[in-house]
């Protein structure tokens, strides 16, 4: 029987010294890289609301909420994102990108959906006499 | 003893995705096995009529997650030929060595789902920690460790620094080793053999009636590999060994995937070893000028082809998808006629199915 | 007095040591360290210490239903019976020399006992109607027959040497520990016992991967949480009886051992049998039904019979 089973054996033992390869999460903490793709956030001085990264969206997570004198919201609807990260590659003044965060619950949708960049009406400019 | 119908799926703990056999048996022999697919139909090649091709890249990474990378990369591939635009060396090399690690990893999950449905759970375990390493490696890379979103049209949107190469260097060792170990286990284990050898005898004959591709082709004598025969830079400037078997079984197939790992670790090496320098990506019309174009790659489990037809705007007018799996599902009636009942979850191992690839 | 003190001390040894409280917290023990040994030899954490029992207590809290067509008194009367009867075993298998109960033939009872929860788990599987159950249930009466010739002959064989079919007098009795007079016979109490309690590489009646969970697909709730404990229990019982026919009880013998030390003794012999059974269903792929048939005639029944013969001969 030893015979037909030394490689596995061998690997048992080592295995059974060795390191654990699973982890008690959460209550270990996990190391995520750099780079990794989580939930989106956007730099609301860089928005500019040109509205790239929304027709670009796989998922139509992203939405522009256009108001008046050159007011805007964006939108984001984090249960339709993919964490594809086409909205970064697709901005052209690097404002929307991807953190590490994943874990985005909340209790009802509405809750969930995020107000990324909220830009007020531009001040009436002053004409000069 | 009479007969009696056993329902296997659409739930059930044997299958990963679901699909419907309803096997007959009586006592522990399969008389017939009928199947029924299109539990995970959604519909992609319709919606990616809707959709822009940037859009579309990121549609098709989802027809499954295991070959994520292969259908971004065929897609990207017949849509850069519809736009005559030439991809950076870099771009090519760095999509090439993700389609190796794409392969590495599948089949480690392949030999966990194999030893699983044998009851080796040993072995599913040592293969999907081994399969860790390569998620880490695919996840330091790209930011995903499943869908991968690597590729844009024109090229590739991550680039690999020097310090990032030897980092991955440093884990193919532990993975080299580690997986060595594994499949020379594998390769010797009595009952793990005792339970695939001779079963699901898929001949040449059948295989190119109904034609199947893939390890599931090539373990059965057909010498079909798509990185040798339709290369495409750089597998034209790699070697790639194509790794044959001709006794059609089970086992056979254990055999040409756990070889084709071995040589998927050496290819990435080398691509790793010979990267070029210079840019990673070459910038893409929105509009894709009219025109049909074809691109085929070797996905983990065959030939994935893609068609495309463009009508002059920024949505494909018709993408169409030939997976490798949907051909080989095709055989399984056949493969399941007179095998043991325990053999049954065997013989669907064997054939390396993915549903979510064969009904999109 | 001497009635009551007399009525107290066995309703003690009936109901907590070795009785019925004794052997549930045992199986919950060994079912735990089952699990974390397996668990480390593939690689993993494992449960923590209290994950039987919280098993156990969230089964206790699920629905209790079984489908149209079943036999819902059987269905009840059969988890009960198993549990009923190893524990009724358990009464008569010494643990570390005190026994609740003991006479001449106790062995015998003890394995017929033992061999009743296999016929209820093939009930079970008949009689919730569902295909997987039904073919679990006759998997399960195939593999019966399999392994239960050989694992009988060769329980048979300590008593043959010991010449008594009592079981604290076989301890009593064995010069050395019966490993190294019968090998043969411990290797095949030990796959019997494999085979006995379903496990792998023998767990072809509850594949998983091919009839869900076999005959007792269809159960859930407090009977499923019956059947567990009696799988638990049947294991603790089964490890003990080899302990006491194969390897001394609590006896030593080459380093003279205290008083004291006697009942760790024990304990450390019936960890090395857990040990040994979870690395055999560690080591092996799940064989198939034809297969270990043939095992079970070509192979372990002869060598269990050439073991007896040994065994005559040796007594004379």
């Known amino acids: 029987m030893a015979r037909y089973s030394s490689p596995l054996l061998a690997e048992l033992l080592r295995t059974l010294f060795g390191k654990r390869i699973t982890v008690r999460y959460p209550y270990a903490p996990v190391e995520l890289p750099e780079g990794y793709r989580g939930l989106v956030v956007a730099d609301p001085d860089l928005c500019r609301g040109c509205g790239l990264c929304v027709r670009d969206c796989p998922a139509d997570a992203l939405e522009l909420v256009k108001g008046e004198n050159g ?32 874990k985005p619950g909340a209790a009802t949708k509405e809750e969930l959906t995020t107000v990324l960049v909220d830009h007020p009406a531009d001040e009436p400019v002053e004409e000069d006499a | 003893m009479d007969r009696m119908t056993i329902p296997i799926g659409p739930q059930h703990p044997l299958l990963k995705e679901p699909m419907s056999f309803n096997v007959t048996v009586e006592g522990e022999r399969v008389l017939e096995a009928t199947m029924r697919l299109g539990y995970v139909h959604r519909g992609i090649e319709k919606l990616a009529e809707r959709r822009t091709y940037i859009q579309v890249v990121h549609l098709v990474e989802r027809i499954c997650g295991i070959c994520s990378h292969v259908h971004t990369t065929t897609f990207c591939d017949a849509v850069e030929s519809l736009l005559g635009l030439e991809v950076p060396r870099r771009a090519q090399y760095i999509r090439a060595l993700l389609c190796e690690l794409e392969r590495v990893h599948s089949h480690l999950l392949w030999l966990g789902v194999l030893a699983k449905n044998v009851g080796f759970d040993t072995v599913f375990m040592y293969s999907w920690r081994d399969r860790e390493i390569v998620l880490d490696i695919m996840e330091g890379l790209s930011g995903g460790r499943v869908s991968h979103a690597v590729n844009m049209i024109g090229g590739v949107r991550i680039d690999l620094d020097d310090e990032h190469v030897r980092g991955i260097l440093e884990r193919f060792d532990t993975l080299e080793r580690q997986v060595d170990r594994a499949l020379v286990l594998v390769e010797h284990e009595r009952t793990l053999r005792a339970r695939t050898q001779g079963v699901g005898v898929l001949t040449p004959e059948d295989v190119r009636r109904y034609c199947v591709v893939g390890p599931t082709a090539r373990a059965s004598g057909v010498d079909v590999d798509m990185r040798r025969d339709a290369p495409r830079p750089p597998y034209d400037e790699l070697d790639v060994n194509v790794i044959l ?67 002059g705007s920024d949505t494909p007018a018709r993408l169409k998808v030939r997976t490798p799996t949907l051909p080989t599902l095709a055989t399984l009636p056949g493969q399941l006629d007179g095998v043991a009942f325990a053999d049954v979850p065997v013989v669907l191992a064997g054939v390396d199915l993915c549903i979510a690839c064969a009904d999109r | 007095m001497m009635i009551v003190s007399e009525t107290l001390s066995a309703l003690f040894s009936v109901l907590v040591f070795p009785g019925l409280a004794f052997c549930v917290i045992c199986a919950l023990a060994f ?34 239903i079984l489908p149209t067509g079943a036999s819902h008194t059987v269905g009840a009367v059969l988890p009960l019976l198993s549990l009923a009867s190893v524990l009724t075993a358990a009464l008569y298998v010494p643990v570390a020399g005190h026994v609740v109960s003991s006479f001449e033939g106790d062995l015998i009872v003890v394995l017929f006992l033992l061999s009743l929860p296999a016929l209820a788990y093939f009930m079970a599987g008949w009689v919730s109607v569902g295909v997987y159950s039904v073919v679990g249930g006759s998997r399960s009466l195939l593999q019966y027959f399999s392994y239960e010739v050989p694992f009988l002959m060769a329980l048979a064989t300590p008593a043959i040497l010991a010449d008594s079919w009592r079981i604290s007098a076989i301890v009593a009795r064995q010069p050395t520990w019966g490993v190294f007079t019968m090998p043969l016979g411990f290797l095949l109490a030990v796959v019997g016992l494999i085979g006995k309690l379903k496990r792998d590489p023998f767990d072809i009646p509850k594949a998983a991967s091919e009839v869900v969970a076999g005959p007792l697909t269809e159960y859930s709730g407090r009977k499923l949480a019956l059947w567990h404990l009696t799988v638990d229990v049947q294991t603790v019982v089964g490890i003990m009886l080899l302990v006491n026919l194969f390897l001394g009880g609590d006896t030593s013998t080459f380093v003279p051992v205290a008083g004291w030390a006697a009942p760790l003794l024990f304990a450390a012999k019936a960890l090395g049998i857990l040990a040994a059974l979870a690395l055999a269903s560690v080591l092996y792929a799940r064989l198939r039904i034809d297969q270990l048939a ?3 005639w070509r192979v372990l029944a002869p060598l269990a019979l050439a073991q007896i013969l040994v065994a005559l001969w040796m007594v004379g």
């Not at chain 1, 939108?75 to 929307?96: K, N, T, V």
């Not at chain 3, 974390?36 to 923590?48: D, E, Y």
Request: aromatic letters at 8%.
């Open chain 1, 71 to 102: 007011a805007f919201q964006l939108i984001l609807h984090p249960e339709r994102c993919a964490y594809c990260g086409q909205c970064e590659m697709s901005c052209h003044f690097g404002s929307i990108r991807l953190t590490s965060a994943f």
């Open chain 2, 245 to 311: 078997h001709d006794a059609g079984d089970v086992w056979a197939r254990t055999l040409v995937r756990t070889q084709e790992t071995r040589e998927s670790l050496r290819l990435c090496r080398n691509l790793l070893a010979n990267l070029p320098e210079g840019p990673t990506a070459a910038r893409a019309r929105r509009r894709v000028p009219a025109g049909e174009a074809v691109a085929r790659s070797e996905a983990p489990r065959g030939e994935v082809f893609y068609y495309v037809r463009s009508d």
């Open chain 3, 31 to 64: 079912e735990w360290l089952d699990r974390v040994i397996i668990a480390r030899l593939q690689g993993r954490v494992g449960p923590p210490w209290y994950q039987p029992v919280a098993d156990l207590i969230k089964l206790l809290a699920k629905e209790d």
């Open chain 3, 294 to 296: 043939q095992l079970g």
